[in-house]
């Protein structure tokens, strides 16, 4: 490929050279920011390529080892870097397996759902199905369920029936069932638009077939276990990296720690495989190497351990039962006297801010994995302050104050819900698994603020950082004692909670309306919000296309093409503004191409099956370059996972495989 001429093309060099992948929003994420200091540390040159400033264009890989990566400047300036090794940070698709209608406006990924969250005035109600069960899906799911969606259900999809491990933490599992969410394993069959803004999916569980109006159904992958980090080839210093780690350490405490662990690890191979003479510091490299690789082993290993209860109709099996309460972060004999936190952690996962935030050092959690002499809560130094379970990311900590069999016990449990609760309010008591249990009234709102404010000024503790943006409400009610151990979560009455939304929903809906303006869409007349991108615009007037999925940050892929006031322009990247007129370039997509694996270029999972059969095609790139996957507009953002997993299901394992292909996306050269 010959880029000279009249363009201005800047040379460079560098011994690794750290990349932002298409879709990746957040840039330098966490493990790319840890992998180039630690690489810079041992004497090696690195570059952090990406952001809003640099776009990546694509590498072409060098025979032997490393690439030489195209970086596009702001100017159009094109940077050619010459690497010894090339990391390419990847955002993880979330896209399911191609099922009949999944290309249908009803399914957004959930990084568009997530925005369209921010972003929008998307409705959820009355029914959102989140298609993956890892922690996003779960979390994403609980936040639809606290502002206020009647019901959510989290499908997986891609486990064998019965022989079930969720991926997600336990913990995180258990916040979204005890909000009302329900989590099941199905496949789903088919996705019809049924009505304006709703959708019927149809899925197949081991029951049978059921079906659920929605009115968004949201991908939410990764749909099976991911590498985390790939070389690929083998030996050729070209690795590609999963990020994880979301802007805050406390928005995914798991995905943050398993990118910074990665990110050392990857660090230290190809600091080995780079540098020449590493003299004293080997020894230091090895260790800092090998206790990453121990950590990645470890923190992965409560997926396929979960703690999952047993029930006995609504109630924790004795056995489960004896367990929690053995369990040692529980308290066993303050908690009768006064409200104790109770720790109700189970799993090793890489999360400590529980830890972090109390200001007595009451918990002590130690390193993964854990001493089991070891106990998690020391009840002594509790000052039933309720920090800790204000923090815990999960819901996982309660207070708990225990009386005798027949009376009522105390029990303070968090809230994020955006309604707030009241003393006196009334409250729908439910279990670990959101089933309700009974009612009653909130007795008190707990401030640790003021538990810490006696404390410190009676000389107890001292004065520590507050948390920075933390909304939850601490809430108490009475229960009977026989509810405590079982009584995990509060719920308002649906009805009340539903029309309260509607209410709040109608409030900023009618606030919103004074900044509208009038376009045109398709020569008619519309009114939208000012100012916000037309593809955003689209789905809040129930237009949107497949390809408004707004499916990358910065319009690289391609898709979302309308002609505004006549000249083509992409709906994600162009905003709305009076007058405007909108024609979208390709009508809604009709539901066809059933089984299609790459939209772009009309191919089905059948076509790439029968080709890879009759060819008996042995890798990857001998499939591609048969079947051309990957070559349409989108440049393969849309069909790679579900073409690695289409490989996968023939036998041909690709789950080690990264496509280099030039460019990454649509990229015309302009000569200056
Ligand atoms: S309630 Fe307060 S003192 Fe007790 S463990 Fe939690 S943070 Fe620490
Ligand atoms: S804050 Fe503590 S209890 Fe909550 S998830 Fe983290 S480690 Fe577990
Ligand atoms: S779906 Fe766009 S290239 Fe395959």
Redesign the pocket.
Known sequence: MNIAGSLSVREGQVDVAILAGPRVTLWPSRGARLLATSCTEMGLVAGLYGGESMTVRGVVPLPGTGGLVLVEDVQHRIHRIRARAVVKVSDLTGLPDPFPGWRSQGLVPLSTAERLRRESHVSWDPCTVILGSGNRALRFGSSLLESGVAEVYCIESSAQWGAKRFAGWEVERRRFEMLGGRLIEARPVRLLPKAALLWELKVQDSLGVRLLEVARVVAAGPFEGQPGVREHPPGSSLFELEQTAQANREDDVEGWVMEEERGIWLAGKIIKSLATDLGERKEELDRVFKRARGRLRRYSKHREEPFTPAYHGKWVSNGDLKAIKAFSGVPVLEHRARL??SVECFEQIPCST?VT????G??ELGRVPRDPEKRI?QES?????????QACPSGA?P?VKESGEHAMSSLVLPWRGKRLWSIGDFAILVNRRGETLGNARVSKILD?GEVLAQRISAGVITPLVRLRGVTTQLVQVDVPSHLLWETRGLKRRAAAAVEDEAYLEAVRRSEASAEKVDITLNGERRMVRDRIPVSVALFEVGQSRAEDVLYCPDGSCGLCQVLVDGVKKLACQSRTHRGMAIKLVEPPAPTQGESSLCPCLGITVEQVIERLQQGKLQSPEAVLSVTHVGEGKCHGQLCMEAFRRALLSQGLDATQWSDWRFPWSEWTLVHN
């Open positions: 104790i936190a529980c935030v109390c200001p007595t009451a918990i809560l130094k509790c000052i039933s302050c309720g920090l800790c379970a900590i207070l640790p």
